[in-house]
């Protein structure tokens, strides 16, 4: 289906997302319902190829959908993230009868979360949750969780374990399973919407096909993956940044203190802060559509794409990384320039695309891209050469985790 019939039919959805995404930000409100619109409407499955039922959106048509999902309301764009991955990596791998119930279940309107990270741990490499096997062949699995994006809305949790040899793997369990509970305690003070608090793990029962190891589908892509589709949210951004500009300053009469200054609308000052905000929304745009259809090349290639290929894709979306967080975060100061102290109103909560900006972008940090970017054109280290997809037999012990930092 092309992405403009896609976005035709989500319009309705999407204005109704919009319309109340400024007093969700402001009272708190998670958002149970959008999630449902979307679910209802099919957005889970945009890329599960027609013929399983799906939209059948190519990887850039995917993020032209987000990007516009995100315009409405960037809380609720975000909270689907680990439920694309999951599904890409379900139609990416070699095993037919995951990839059918995995797209079955998309179309079906299944909604997955997402739990990695954790807190009072070195990193990925030291991962503390636990797959474990007893005598009888049964896995169970054990850990806590922070930034929990999207798992208080799903039906299924994406949770990142460690196998009894040390191999790192992606485990799907039921969100009702027993031992599983969701605490919305993310206190972070952008994207507070998105459901990224704790998920704890209470010796949650495992079913071994809803195990799969890191590293065992080819292309690896999953860093590039969840980045590229954060710009795609921080593109969302300063698309409303732009179109709140827009929307308070046509109107406005008020003036910056000069009795013969035009109307805002008609005062060049205005004018040339509007024009830079639509300026620095397309340099995010267009840097973001060509890592996406950089890495979407990635994952058509599928396994006889080679390290080569994977790093491309790499260098590509964080290149575009450092592009679009810089532009985005800029906007979203500047656009508090169209107007007085009005424009810090809280009844209009134009604060929440910096703030939700700003959180985004701290996502695997614009510094660490750097570096990574520049090692590769001067020595050619590949930009994923040290994710790890195991841990060391030994680990120290977890650090003390204060409540309030928790």
């Known amino acids: 289906m092309p992405t403009h019939d896609v976005l035709a039919q989500l319009r309705p959805t999407l204005d109704r997302i919009a319309a109340g995404a400024a007093d969700r930000e402001r009272t708190r409100t998670l958002p ?237 000052l205005v004018q040339g802060v509007v024009g830079r905000l639509r300026a620095a929304s397309f340099a995010a745009d267009a840097a973001t559509a060509v890592a996406a259809a950089r890495l979407g090349e990635l994952l058509d290639r599928g396994a006889v794409a080679t390290d080569d290929d994977e790093a491309a894709a790499d260098v590509a979306v964080y290149q575009a990384q450092v592009v679009v967080c810089d532009a985005v975060l800029r906007a979203t100061t500047e656009l508090f320039e169209v107007g007085g102290a009005s424009s810090t109103a809280v009844g209009r909560g134009l604060d929440r695309h910096w703030r939700n900006a700003r959180t985004i972008a701290c996502h695997n940090p614009v510094v660490e891209k750097e570096r990574l970017l520049g090692d590769h054109l001067l020595n050619g280290t590949p930009p994923s050469a040290t994710f790890a997809t195991r841990v060391p037999d030994r680990l120290p012990e977890p650090a003390s985790v204060p409540a309030l930092v928790r």
């Open 32 to 268: 149970f319902e959008p999630v449902v619109w979307l679910r209802d409407a099919g957005f889970g499955a945009l890329r599960v190829p027609t013929e399983l039922g799906g939209a059948g959106l190519s990887l850039p048509e995917l993020v032209e959908v987000v990007t516009e999902v995100a315009r409405a309301d960037s809380n609720v764009a975000h909270l689907w993230r680990g439920h694309f991955a999951v599904v890409e990596h379900a139609l990416l791998g070699d095993d037919p009868e995951r990839r059918r119930r995995w797209a079955s279940a998309a179309v079906g309107g299944v909604v997955v979360g997402n739990a990695s990270s954790e807190q009072g741990n070195g990193g990925l490499w030291d991962t503390r949750t636990r797959l474990t096997q007893d005598e009888d062949g049964r896995w169970w699995l054990d850990g806590i969780k922070y930034y929990s994006t999207g798992t208080i809305f799903a039906d299924w949790v994406n949770v990142g374990a460690v196998l009894p040899d040390g191999t790192r793997a992606g485990v799907l369990v039921p969100v009702t399973a027993p031992g599983v509970r969701v605490d919305d305690d993310w206190d972070g003070f952008g994207q507070r919407l998105t459901g990224s608090g704790t998920t704890h793990l209470d010796r949650v029962p495992v079913e071994a096909r809803d195990i799969t190891p890191f590293g065992s589908v080819r292309p690896a892509f999953l860093g590039a993956y969840y980045q590229l589709y954060l710009l795609a949210v921080l593109c969302g951004i300063g698309r409303a940044v732009v179109d709140d500009a827009v929307a308070f300053v046509r109107p406005r009469t008020r003036t910056f203190g000069r009795g013969d200054a035009p109307p805002p609308r008609h005062d060049p």
